[in-house]
């Protein structure tokens, strides 16, 4: 039996190994109701790629300015910004409290405290080693205010999407109009690249379903919303983009050091390798 | 082993029960040790002591569902259209797997409103209202799909969404629990 | 091999003394210097050794998490998180933490088909299979209770989902279930018992290790071959011979160890794991880490809740069976034409079944067309499921015990030098 069963097998299996790449590669094609997000060729991606201090700097201009109205960074303190690889971070200070920009970020926030002497609370201004103030005073006010949703923290946000930087930067820049024969609500806002199922609320054809889904969050972004120090033109796109840079840093700060010591790691554990494979074949030499 | 001297003219039989109860005595008195240990892991008295809550209804709209968390889980107070609650009342009580009427599933007169433990039945999940093909709610994570009702029409799930004990105790509020 | 005679002489005064008291050192001697190893070991058999070192990052990284993690459900997740942001090295350790349980497991599946396609299981090496049989449990149960630990949405639904599988057992499961959750939800006494127990089971599993390693060490290594050492021709010493050889692949496993950790260290998680837990929202598409996607597959397979559960466990279960199910005289499928083919098979199936694992249940694997109501038609991924479930039980409890009885077998060499020397021939030309 062995030959015919042999031949049979083989051929079940390659046509298994086909089959298999197939579906894999439509499967891929066809994943997600939602807009693949678009590249935004970041300087901080790849391997060798580092945060850009100019961009990170806009970017918290745009997160002061218009997120932190409704979303708070609670994993975040001032001192975080000036510290190594930061927007702000300065090489005359590396203690990151005592940089001067930093301290003057800090001194225009206000946080609650208790009077040591009285034990009431008071507010006080916020020193370098406070965490930014969180918009609302707790989730009960954050959903009263936010017709229900709660606006999500952004302190690990791009590590929280699928799609990370380049997904909340497409997501900030694509608000589009509804189309036709889609029914939302007064609170609700399409968005092609928010990842959702709009097959309940479409009252077109059913095959057709448009792409992406439905958020409360308005469009926050609009051309020259906020005004950059260094000049750069304040666009919708550039908008977006600085601010997803800014929240992906804040995200991994460590991850330009990360990327050194793995290079490092890497270049020894090969030359490692080369030594003990010479060894290998001087132990092994004969009895092969 | 070697058997030991039959010292002092003890007969065998009389021998044999004291190993034997001696042997029982640390057997009972291991199982006696085990009670502690393993009980602790029941839920502590804290944990037990969680209160029933009451519940205003006025804060729910027609067509909209109130999510609650009640002892630890959430809970569904759903304001049902009229369309919904036509649809419920019009399945086939003996196609279901969970046979339940509607107004098995609601208290007489408040036919209108909904109350579920919003936890699936299959493994524990939350079901989202608004998708699946039976107008009530969807499993994300193994698809099971329940009508207006709660009840299970599709997928892996044994039972229909379960209704917690509760009370009204005007027209617009509950006790549950 | 037991009967081996221990060939250590102590050769200074303090070493004299110390082995007529404790021969520790003759211990060490024996097992992993002059320990003979069949001398065609190829580089599969590397993954034993690279498995040691698995659980050797696993406990030392985990005691050192444990310093800075704080085990409640509201604090765990910013306790986490302050380990990745604010303690020294925090962010390397955690990340080398948890890419590393990926590693261990891709390392303990290949050492499992490893074994499974060289017979390494057969007699007289069962109870080493059953023993690695336990590790592999104590793994996937460790590994569970870890993932909860950072208490994000997907540790928080994991937990859900699994402890709710209890629940299925007729009358005792709801007791039993509340029991394990310590309440009547998962919440903070779960995360409390699943840190304690997470804790221990490691140190466990090292237990079980050292009886894996006794137990290896009293019938000697299996080999490519499947034939049993025959005289001293057969063997080298496992130190320099199998040391180096080891210590070669445990470098390469560490050179892709760090591309994960320092280059792609979130890629075998999830992204939802980064939202902390919260009980009354459910993410979309809850799935496990993907190296229990199989077995997730299979549970969703079924559509009935108690069956879905037994069949689950019946697949790590029919594992532990292996040695039992297996009727042919010759352990390795080098010389089993039909057999390896169905191990290929087997291979690719438990792969399909990770695949299954990781889609949504409603998903089609590819539709041809659609039915009156829209709805498609074609492969769903509920019956690809069940097409390799039933393959993966076949496979052990139809496929072994029937080819082992009905297949010729290519002649096997009489011993490993002299197939040894074979190659070598043949090599040369």
């Excluded at chain 1, 930067?169 to 694509?174: E, K, P, Y």
């Excluded at chain 3, 149960?141 to 007729?170: C, D, K, R």
């Amino acid at each position: 039996m062995s030959a015919f069963m042999t031949k049979t097998l083989k051929i079940v299996a390659g046509l298994t190994v086909a089959f298999t790449l197939t579906v894999g590669t439509q499967a891929l094609a066809n994943s997600g109701g939602a807009k693949e997000p678009e590249d935004h060729g970041f300087t901080f991606e790849g391997p060798f790629g580092t945060f850009d201090q100019a961009q990170l700097q806009r970017g918290y201009k745009v997160y002061r300015e218009v997120c932190s109205a409704c979303h708070g960074m609670h994993l975040m303190s001032f001192r975080n910004l000036g510290q190594k690889g930061g927007p702000f971070y300065d090489p005359k200070y590396k203690n990151p409290n005592d940089n001067p920009i930093v301290k003057q970020i800090a001194s225009e926030f206000e946080v609650t405290d208790i009077d040591p002497d009285t034990g009431d609370d008071i507010q006080r201004k916020a020193t370098t080693s406070d965490r930014f103030p969180s918009p609302f005073r707790n989730e009960e006010a954050a959903k009263a205010s936010n017709s229900g949703a709660v606006p999500p923290d952004l302190s690990v946000i791009t590590k929280a999407r699928a799609g990370g930087a380049n997904y909340v930067a497409s997501l900030l820049a694509g608000y589009q109009d509804a189309p036709a024969g889609l029914k939302i609500g007064d609170t609700q806002h399409y968005n092609p690249y928010v990842h959702g199922s709009l097959a309940t609320q479409w009252t077109g054809d059913p095959h057709h379903v448009p792409q992406g889904g439905v958020l409360a969050m308005p469009p926050p972004l609009v051309a020259d919303k906020v005004t950059y120090d260094d000049g750069t033109k304040a666009t919708l796109k550039q908008e977006a983009a600085d601010v997803a840079a800014f929240l992906e840093w804040a995200s991994d700060p460590h991850a330009t050091e990360r990327k050194q010591m793995g290079f490092a790691v890497i270049a020894f554990l090969l030359v490692l390798a080369g030594l003990t494979y010479a060894a290998y074949r001087q132990v092994w030499r004969g009895k092969h | 082993m070697s058997e030991p001297e039959n010292g002092g003219g003890q007969d065998p039989n009389r021998r044999d029960f004291i190993y034997i109860a001696a042997g029982a005595g640390a057997a009972g008195a291991a199982a006696m040790v085990a009670v502690p240990l393993i009980g602790q892991m029941n839920p502590a008295a804290d944990t037990l002591a969680l209160a029933s809550i009451e519940y205003d209804l006025s804060k729910v709209e027609e067509g909209m569902q109130a999510v609650v968390k009640w002892r630890g889980k959430p809970l569904f107070v759903r304001y049902r259209t009229k369309k919904e609650i036509a649809d419920a009342k019009a399945v086939d009580v003996k196609s279901l797997r969970d046979p339940q009427t509607d107004a098995e599933r609601v208290k007489a007169g408040h036919e209108q409103y909904l109350v579920l433990i919003g936890v699936c039945t299959h493994l524990g999940c939350v079901p989202n209202f608004g998708t699946g093909e039976y107008g009530g709610w969807f499993c994300p994570c193994h698809g099971s799909e329940y009508d207006t009702s709660g009840r299970i029409r599709q997928g892996p799930a044994p039972k229909n969404l379960e209704v917690p004990e509760y009370s009204f105790l005007s027209d617009t509020k509950i006790k549950v629990g | 091999m037991s009967d081996h005679p221990s060939t250590y002489t102590p050769a200074t005064g303090i070493e004299k003394w110390l082995d007529a008291r404790l021969p520790i050192v003759r211990l060490a001697y024996d097992s992993f210097i002059d320990y003979p190893t069949p001398k065609n070991l190829n580089y599969w058999w590397t993954f034993g050794g690279i498995l040691s070192l698995c659980l050797g990052v696993q406990i030392i990284t985990g005691i050192i998490l444990a310093m800075h993690y704080t085990a409640n459900a509201d604090l765990a997740f910013d306790s986490v998180e302050r380990i990745m942001r604010d303690v020294n090295y925090g962010w390397l350790i955690r990340y080398v933490h948890a890419n590393g349980a990926s590693m261990f497991f891709f390392a303990v599946y290949i050492h499992m088909f490893r074994g499974l396609y060289y017979g390494s299981y057969k007699a007289p090496r069962e109870v080493l299979w059953l023993l690695g049989c336990i590790i592999y449990f104590l793994m996937i149960a460790t590994a569970f209770m870890g993932y909860v630990l950072p208490w994000g949405q997907m540790s928080y639904y994991g937990a859900v989902v699994i402890t709710n599988l209890i629940g299925a057992i007729p009358i005792v499961g709801p007791s039993i279930l509340t029991w394990l959750q310590g309440g009547f939800a998962v919440d903070n006494p779960t995360l409390n018992r699943f840190f304690s127990l997470h804790y221990l089971l490691p140190f466990v599993i090292a237990g079980v290790v050292v009886l894996h390693v006794w137990a290896l060490h009293v019938t000697g290594q299996n080999n490519p071959t499947g034939v049993e050492i025959k005289s001293k021709e057969d063997t080298l010493p496992f130190t320099p011979y199998a040391t180096v050889k080891d210590g070669l692949a445990m470098i390469f496993f560490l050179i892709v160890f760090s591309i994960f950790v320092f280059y792609a260290p979130d890629a075998m998680g999830h992204a939802d794991n980064y939202v902390k837990a919260n009980p009354l929202q459910t993410p979309s598409h809850i799935v496990p880490e993907w190296y229990m996607l199989p077995f997730y597959a299979i549970l969703r397979a079924v559509p009935d809740k108690l069956i879905g559960v037994l069949l689950m466990f019946a697949a790590i279960a029919v594992i532990f069976a292996l040695p039992w199910l297996d009727t042919s005289k010759v352990k390795s499928m080098r010389y089993r034409p039909v057999m390896r083919w169905f191990f290929v098979l087997f291979v690719l199936t438990c792969i399909g079944l990770g695949w299954c694992g990781g889609q949504l249940p409603t998903d089609m694997v590819f539709s041809l067309t659609n039915d009156k109501h829209g709805n498609p038609i074609g492969l769903s991924v509920v019956l690809l499921s069940q097409i390799l479930a039933f393959y993966y039980f076949a496979f052990f409890l139809l496929i072994m015990p029937w080819i082992g009885l009905k297949e010729d077998p290519l002649p096997v060499p009489a011993s490993i030098s002299e197939a040894v020397l074979a190659s070598h021939n043949k090599k040369k030309g």
